[in-house]
């Protein structure tokens, strides 16, 4: 017998990414939620991995939904703020969100696509996400996950965004649901999260996603399996020089290496210019030091009646000087990471 009264479900959870400009964007967003809005926020802010942040404290400032951070596990309520502390990703589970210092993602901890990704694996079509302002292209990968999972995709409207790649890159990957400014989101998710609708069949839980959110967790497993997702890429990783894995989702392209550090495209080409500029300054104090002492044992050779040692020394001196100003040349010549990077 057909049951006449299918199950219906609503939106529960809504998973925020921002990165550069993003603060601004997030005190919009939440200034526009309602007190008594059905849902549970949870944020990833892109901060460094040092220090304080005052994050929850403006956001609680801001709009009427109380924020903190979870600083370790948290339950599920609605109505509330939860936020990414510094130096750990969130982690969404079936009925908590966990604090973790699993392996970086585009050289971020917290990462976006982390929080995005393992709430699609959690929670499916409870799920509405939202990218805001930010450059490069974290949260891309999640909110396909999110997609593929058959939640809901919002983005900052690019126009409105002091940083638009982040929400361009997202664009780019999936069609969003919804294009708003950040003052107009809390409204949309409001109403987003109000709805009920017939339960869907979400799509499969792939293999990729369980594996990516396990390494998130630190779980041995994953990190041990002798199968890795993806190909050798033939890169090596940024984070711990492993080797790198390609990853084919959806058509797009990122890298991941044995125990979990994760790159996009861009962010790995970005680390690369980061490395190779470190590179340089290093073989530039090399260099520098070696004509320092060259120069010095030249100079001890001659002052004790060793002429030819003397002369050996000063043209490795004046080799390595040559070498130096060469290396000095590539660093004053070279473009800047941001325009390599956003100017496009």
Known sequence: MTDSHPSRSRRDVVVVGASAGGVEALKALAASLPPDLPATVIV?????????????????????????????????????????????????????????RGPRENGHRPAIDVLFRSAARALAHRVV????????DDGAAGMWAIRNRGGLVVVQDPADCLYPEMPQNVMATVAPDHVVPASRVGALLDRLCREEFPTPTPAPLSELIRTETDLALLEEGAMNTDERPGSPAGFSCPDCGGTLFE?????VSRYRCRVGHAWTTKGLLGEQSVQL???LWVALRTLEEKVALATQLSERAAMGGSPLTAARFRSQAADARQAADQVRGLIESRPSTEVELIDE
């Open 277 to 279: 500029d470190t590179a």
């Open 129 to 136: 996400g939202v990218e805001l302002s930010g450059v490069l």
């Open 247 to 251: 990853i084919d989702e959806g058509g």
């Open 44 to 100: 990833v802010l892109h901060v460094p991995s040092y220090g304080r942040s005052v994050l929850p404290a403006i956001l609680g400032r801001a709009g009427p939904l109380p924020a903190r951070h979870v600083t370790d596990s948290a339950e599920l309520v609605a109505g509330e703020i939860l936020v990414a502390p510094p130096d750990h990703h969130l982690v969404v589970l079936d009925s908590e969100v966990r604090a973790t």
